[in-house]
């Protein structure tokens, strides 16, 4: 469920790299879903870690920012 948010706020604003951290603000600022407590921030952190490896991966970690995030060009071209 956390992969879909994030996808959705990445879409939404595809040339601004993210952090975990600021991904999840974005997410409880719009109210994409309603979140507490710390364990959510650690969720989305390996979530976002998970899906940026290989060819697979629909993130892209942003060379020389630690734990920074965008979409994958290629990803972003097949929707």
Not at 15 to 27: A, C, F, G, R, W
Not at 30 to 44: M, Y
């Amino acid at each position: 469920i956390m992969e879909y948010f994030n996808l959705n706020v990445l879409e939404k604003y595809p040339n601004t790299p993210m952090s975990h951290k600021e991904i999840l603000q974005v997410i409880q600022r719009e109210r994409l879903k309603e979140i507490s407590g710390t364990s959510p921030l650690a969720c989305l952190n390996a979530m976002l870690h998970t899906n940026s490896r290989g060819e697979e991966g629909i993130f892209y970690k942003v060379p020389g920012r630690m734990g920074v995030y965008t979409l994958k060009v290629s990803w972003t071209q097949q929707i």
